[in-house]
């Protein structure tokens, strides 16, 4: 079987998004590729395109007059707001205190 999965590089290990019809214990050759920046946005518009042509969603469209936010300050929001970490471990914080 060849086939083509994405994965993320967190703390030492690649963790797959998506699983593998494999039997445990199977052994397998891995290639590791960085993806383009963004690579992984087209996936998503190029899904959101399929589940409009078939009829599933609609375009999302913007209120009129929204004003844009720039990149830059969408950083330095989240910059401010991320004081507790990643949202999963803020998560298991909260249960081992319970």
Do not use: F, W
Not at 18 to 47: D, F, K
Not at 86 to 91: F, K, N, R, T
């Amino acid at each position: 079987m060849n086939t083509i999965v994405t994965a993320v590089y967190e703390r030492g290990v690649l963790r797959l998004l998506q699983p593998l019809p494999l039997p445990e214990h199977t052994c397998v050759r891995i290639q590791v590729l960085e993806t383009e920046e963004g690579e992984e946005m087209n996936e998503v518009r190029r899904a959101e395109a399929v589940l409009i042509a078939a009829g599933l969603i609609k375009p999302l469209t913007p209120p009129p007059n929204l004003p844009q936010v720039s990149e830059k300050r969408l950083a330095e929001v989240a910059d401010r707001y991320a004081v507790g970490g990643p949202l999963s471990e803020v998560i298991i914080a909260e249960r081992d205190g319970r």
